[in-house]
């Protein structure tokens, strides 16, 4: 198990999919701090705020992770790696596990690398956090953080049951979109910008059942709930992905 963690753990950092989400994380915070200064000191005349430069990542976070957490196992299919580990004498469940936690891993990484960008471009482009303290913006980024840990871990699981296939990226990237289409919509009606929230009964259970639970959320808004339901939220997800995962790949064939 520890061997195969080791070597899920190294082809991480030789992967282009890996790379690719660093590359993407870089150009975006850049550009997109870039294009905020312009819109806001150039054009309005105002003063930007250090938070809208320090969490942009979370705009783009579901959408990274996803995809660079499929690309990077899918070339354990298409080379052959995964049917090679089974041959060999690797167990299943140790395979899948491997497989998840490298890919949640992933997301720890994508997560501080986008950390260290902001942090970076912060001094450079805003004057100075206006509406959160330090150890406000410490939690925020501890909750993204372990939020891709979650969706690392889930898109993992994806590209397992399926083998490996191409559709998987069309499941997991569509997955992503789907839900923060619909975090916008629950948003929008848990927190009008004008008048109080009209929902009732079981729609304002559910909505806020995806605002406090799910992690593809936590990305919308500032943290607004207890630690806890984070934890509940991210650990929830990790592990119905790990137990579905784990029981589809137990039965599937490799080719």
């Known amino acids: 198990?520890?061997?195969?963690?080791?070597?899920?753990?190294?082809?991480?950092?030789?992967?282009?999919?890996?790379?690719?989400?660093i590359s993407a994380i870089l150009?975006?915070?850049?550009?997109?701090?870039?294009?905020?200064?312009?819109?806001?000191?150039?054009?309005?005349?105002?003063?930007?705020?250090?938070?809208?430069?320090?969490?942009?990542?979370t705009t783009i976070a579901a959408?990274?992770?996803?995809a660079s957490t499929l690309f990077v196992n899918?070339?354990?299919?298409?080379?052959?790696?995964?049917?090679?580990k089974l041959i060999s004498g690797v167990k299943r469940s140790d395979a899948f596990l491997s497989a998840v936690i490298s890919g949640m891993l992933q997301g720890v990484l994508l997560s501080f690398v986008a950390f260290?960008?902001?942090m970076i471009t912060l001094p450079i482009f805003s004057k100075g956090f206006m509406n959160y303290t330090i150890p406000e913006v410490a939690d925020y980024w501890l909750i993204i953080t372990m939020s891709c840990m979650a969706i690392g871990a889930f898109s993992t699981a994806v590209i397992m049951i399926f083998g490996?296939?191409?559709?998987?990226?069309?499941?997991?990237?569509?997955?992503?979109?789907?839900?923060?289409?619909?975090d916008t919509y629950v948003l929008d009606k848990l927190?009008?910008?004008?008048?109080?929230?009209?929902?009732?009964?079981?729609?304002?259970?559910?909505?806020?059942?995806?605002?406090r639970f799910i992690p593809y959320s936590y990305f919308s808004m500032e943290p607004h709930w207890d630690t806890l339901s984070y934890i509940v939220g991210c650990g929830g997800l990790i592990?119905?992905?790990?137990?579905?995962?784990?029981?589809?790949?137990s039965k599937k064939e490799i080719h």
């Open 191 to 211: 927190y009008p910008e004008k008048g109080h929230c009209t929902l009732t009964g079981a729609k304002l259970v559910l909505f806020k059942f995806i605002d």
């Open 116 to 118: 260290v960008a902001s």
């Open 63 to 66: 959408f990274v992770v996803t």
């Open 164 to 182: 490996g296939s191409k559709i998987s990226y069309v499941v997991g990237l569509a997955i992503a979109f789907v839900m923060r289409v619909l």
């Open 74 to 84: 899918q070339g354990d299919f298409e080379d052959g790696c995964i049917r090679n």
């Open 239 to 249: 592990l119905i992905s790990t137990l579905i995962g784990l029981f589809v790949f």
């Open 27 to 57: 150009v975006y915070q850049l550009l997109g701090s870039l294009l905020l200064w312009l819109l806001t000191v150039l054009l309005v005349e105002g003063q930007m705020a250090s938070e809208d430069i320090a969490f942009s990542f």
């Open 1 to 21: 198990m520890f061997r195969n963690l080791y070597a899920d753990t190294r082809k991480i950092f030789f992967s282009r999919g890996f790379s690719g989400g």
